[in-house]
């Protein structure tokens, strides 16, 4: 599990360093939350198409 923390912050640091190279501006920041956006309506989409979490859910309870 901590694997995946750290690859999350791996992540976290190429993605504003790539989108914050010029410095902080707002330009660099908009692009920032264009990405996480992007990111997080991907997740949200493999979230609810994910068919073995109805399994899961049925089973757990």
Do not use: E, K, N, Q
């Not at 976290?12 to 902080?24: E, I, N, R």
């Not at 330009?27 to 939350?33: D, E, M, N, R, S």
């Not at 264009?34 to 757990?60: E, H, I, K, P």
Request: glycine share 14%; charged share 10%; proline share 0%.
């Amino acid at each position: 599990m901590r694997t995946f923390f750290y690859f999350g912050a791996i992540g976290s640091a190429a993605v504003g360093g790539t989108f914050l190279s010029d410095g902080t501006g707002a330009t660099g920041l908009h692009h920032l939350a264009l990405f996480m956006l992007v990111a997080a309506a991907l997740f949200l989409v493999l979230t609810v198409t994910d068919r073995s979490l109805s399994r899961t859910a049925a089973r757990g309870a």
